[in-house]
């Protein structure tokens, strides 16, 4: 009965490299979400998938954030030239169809939190 | 754009002294709004969905209720084990999918 898993933990970087955050949902749940939580705020939102496609990415910031999810389980997501301000935790959810887009019910991991120095 | 407002941001409580959360919104047609809760170093967990004004969820010590403007969270004789930070987001009509974010209320019960 895993819940969701999210790696590294932590991970620490210099600026202008090139991260990958993982996270392995629980088995079953369709939906996948990316979060990011700055310090002292809510999560906002980056991008959902629906099995293997990104239904809707329109929360990344820029070009230099990618996210993958080949087989429909596992997700990546993917920073490029990192700078200062990617500085925050990094939150995957995963939802049943049943649930996510319709009750709102997300099941959150611990997050990957991320330090650009 | 959708906004949440949560208020206060932070609230410390004696043990057994009951309070509200509240939390406003703007929002273009609310399909939903949710209550979740997150301890230190955890991601959030699920508490409620309210749909409509007027609806009105429990679980335990917590009592969430909706208007068409504002939630609130009750928190009836809390205990220590009730700490934790309690976020509010709402779910648009239209883009579903996602869900806007409150900056939370730190509660803090002390024995």
């Known amino acids: 009965g895993a819940g969701v898993s999210q790696t590294p933990s932590n991970k620490v970087t210099e600026k202008g490299k090139y991260v990958e955050l993982r996270c392995d949902p629980i088995s079953g749940h369709t939906a996948l979400y990316w979060y990011r939580q700055s310090l002292g705020q809510g999560p906002e939102f980056l991008i959902y998938f629906q099995g293997t496609g990104a239904a809707d990415d329109s929360g990344l910031p820029n070009d230099r954030f990618f996210a993958v999810r080949p087989e429909g389980s596992v997700s990546t997501l993917k920073i490029q030239r990192t700078e200062r301000g990617d500085s925050a935790v990094y939150l995957c959810a995963s939802s049943s169809p049943s649930g996510g887009p319709n009750t709102g019910e997300l099941f959150f991991g611990e997050g990957s939190r991320l330090t650009v120095l | 754009e959708d906004q949440v407002t949560q208020s206060p941001e932070a609230l410390r409580l004696q043990e057994g002294e009951s309070s509200s959360l509240n939390c406003s919104y703007t929002?273009?047609?609310?399909?939903?709004l949710f209550w979740y809760r997150q301890d230190p170093g955890k991601g959030p967990e699920f508490l409620f969905t309210l749909y409509s004004a007027g609806e009105e969820k429990e679980k335990e010590r917590l009592k969430a209720t909706l208007t068409k403007k504002e939630s609130f969270l009750h928190i009836t004789a809390p205990k220590p084990e009730d700490s934790a930070t309690y976020l509010c987001a709402v779910q648009p009509n239209s883009g579903y999918s996602t869900l806007t974010f409150g900056k939370g209320t730190m509660l803090l019960v002390s024995p």
């Open positions: 929002v273009s047609g609310l399909r939903g």
